[in-house]
């Protein structure tokens, strides 16, 4: 079946520093692949996707690139704010084209904290 | 900005009592789904449904159920609460303009 592990937290940078939260994946076909947030007492937003191999997603400020050959999705932003602070969930779809439609496996989540 | 709306937001409530959590999305989706979050943050399928009279049980075993009688509408019910159903709960919706989350219930049985 569909895996998702990514690196577990928590993760404390100071602001302004470099992030990565790694992803790896275990999934039969072409899944989609999704980064989420989650804001303190608030439900989970989509911050970025790539729908297949070599594609990059990006949204404020961050970034992760589609690897098929390191079943890889590393979410990354070059200077991170207090702003972002908030837990990071790593997710795969069961269908690749497009992907949002369906079943989502999620990672177990990394709480990030970004400190002044 | 997503059109996806839970409540109650918070509940609290005594062992046995029977709750609904309402969920309801204005984007006319198909597709609709129950997760559950772990208070260590993991999130796991408990149901979904892919439209009108379709219910599916999810990844994870759960004693709750859930109904899809309007398109907008997907409740779940818990018959009789108990301690182990304190999480949040989170519902979802899918279609054309992709996948949105509402912003949870959080549920804590005493």
Same mark, same amino acid.
């Given at each position: 079946g569909n895996s998702v592990t990514q690196m577990e937290g928590p993760v404390t940078l100071s602001e302004e520093a470099f992030l990565t939260i790694n992803c790896t994946y275990t999934a039969t076909g072409y899944p989609s692949l999704f980064w989420y947030v989650q804001y303190p007492g608030e439900g989970l937003q989509l911050l970025l996707k790539a729908?297949?191999? %070599?594609?990059?997603?990006?949204?404020?400020?961050?970034?992760? &690139?589609?690897? /098929?050959? +390191?079943?890889?999705?590393?979410?990354?932003?070059?200077?991170?704010?207090?702003?972002?602070?908030?837990?990071?969930?790593?997710?795969?779809? %069961?269908?690749?084209?497009?992907?949002?439609?369906?079943?989502? &496996?999620?990672? /177990?989540? +990394?709480l990030l904290t970004v400190n002044p | 900005e997503a059109d996806i709306y839970q409540t109650p937001r918070y509940l609290v409530i005594g062992t046995g009592k029977k709750i609904t959590l309402e969920c309801s999305q204005t984007m006319g989706h198909d597709k609709m789904y129950w997760y559950q979050q772990d208070p260590g943050m993991e999130l796991h399928l408990i149901h979904y449904s892919y439209g009108v009279?379709?219910?599916?049980?999810?990844?994870?075993?759960?004693?709750?159920?859930?109904?899809?009688?309007?398109?907008?509408?997907?409740?779940?019910?818990?018959?009789?609460?108990?301690?182990?159903?304190?999480?949040?709960?989170?519902?979802?919706?899918?279609?054309?303009?992709?996948?949105?989350?509402?912003?949870?219930?959080?549920l804590t049985v005493t």
């Open positions: 729908t297949k191999a %070599d594609d990059k997603g990006s949204n404020k400020g961050f970034e992760a &690139t589609y690897r /098929k050959e +390191t079943t890889s999705f590393h979410l990354e932003k070059g200077s991170v704010q207090v702003s972002d602070s908030a837990v990071y969930f790593c997710a795969l779809s %069961d269908r690749g084209s497009g992907g949002s439609n369906y079943k989502l &496996t999620f990672g /177990k989540g +990394t | 009279n379709s219910t599916e049980k999810g990844d994870l075993s759960s004693e709750s159920t859930v109904s899809r009688i309007r398109t907008e509408h997907f409740p779940l019910t818990l018959e009789s609460a108990r301690p182990s159903h304190t999480s949040q709960y989170l519902c979802a919706s899918s279609g054309g303009s992709g996948k949105a989350f509402g912003p949870g219930t959080r």
